[in-house]
């Protein structure tokens, strides 16, 4: 079980961007698979990008082209790159790791995105 700690987010204007990050308290080498996902006030949480053990990505089609997640086993953390940043990807964004027997989450931090 693998405990994470997320980082990077605030508060910025529309067009700017944010690199969120994710420390994870041990290797993420054997993680079969990362996520990033977000929950807005008043809506369901939303998966946002995914990276798999073998480097495959994911992504929701609201952030395709703006958004790159990736990740550095060296240093055990995951990122998300958000560029174009909209006020629509305003939210609470959490870190996951799926090690097939558990599921962890990270406490979440926030983004703000202003007009």
């Known amino acids: 079980q693998v405990q994470l700690v997320e980082s990077g987010g605030g508060l910025v204007h529309a067009g700017g961007s944010l690199r969120l990050s994710c420390a994870a308290s041990?290797?993420?080498?054997?993680?079969?698979?990362m996520a990033w996902y977000r929950q807005a006030p008043g809506k369901q949480r939303e998966l946002v990008a995914v990276?798999?053990?073998?480097?495959?990505?994911d992504y929701v089609d609201s952030v395709k082209g703006r958004f790159t997640i990736s990740r550095d086993v060296a240093q055990n953390t995951v990122y998300l790159q958000m560029n174009s940043l909209k006020p629509e990807d305003t939210g609470v964004y959490f870190c996951?790791?799926?090690?097939?027997?558990?599921?962890?989450w990270g406490q979440g931090t926030q983004v703000t995105v202003s007009s």
């Open positions: 990276i798999t053990s073998t480097g495959t990505t």
């Open positions: 041990r290797t993420i080498f054997s993680i079969n698979a």
């Open positions: 996951y790791a799926d090690e097939s027997r558990y599921r962890s």
